[in-house]
């Protein structure tokens, strides 16, 4: 593709890290609700979503080009959307709160630090991952995240993720 051909579909570097980010955050929903789908108790489906997002962001070039962009979104003059990431961190809190309804989940932590550190846990494991070994390790990793927080350390042996490469595993 030439640069001639980038230019007539998008009109500055800024709109194409906008569209890389857009679809990213599409394909991060697709992923959500794929697990919804499974209709997983809420913590195993907790645990496949991480264990999902993991592997696309191992094996899909698209996630592993909108995360870059995301780090060095304050060099991007409009800036790059972030209500995805908020989104994220609400879906993972949807799935703690039903959890803690069920008796699932107890202890005095919200819903909400628990979503949040979670969240933050996950990408904070991707991005040593990508530092140290270019994603390699990167299902383990975030294992050893689930494996760190009690709840979710509980089920995640049936919710491990298979490593299929990331679109295959988007479709269920």
Known sequence: MTKGAVYFHFTNKE????AVSEKYFARLAAQSAG??????????ATVK???RVAVAL???NLFQAAVRLHLDRHL???????RPFADFIAHCEELLTEAKRL??????A????LARVLVASFFGAQHISWALNDRTDIVDRVQETIDAIPPLHQCSGSARAD????HQDARA
């Open 76 to 82: 991007i003059d409009n800036g790059l959307p972030t």
């Open 163 to 166: 490593n299929a490469p990331a």
């Open 103 to 108: 008796g699932q989940l107890h202890g005095d």
């Open 15 to 18: 709109t194409i890290a906008v």
């Open 110 to 113: 919200s819903q909400e630090s």
């Open 49 to 51: 979503l991480l264990n």
């Open 35 to 44: 697990v919804k789908r499974l209709k997983l108790p809420p913590l195993q």
């Open 58 to 60: 191992r094996d899909d």
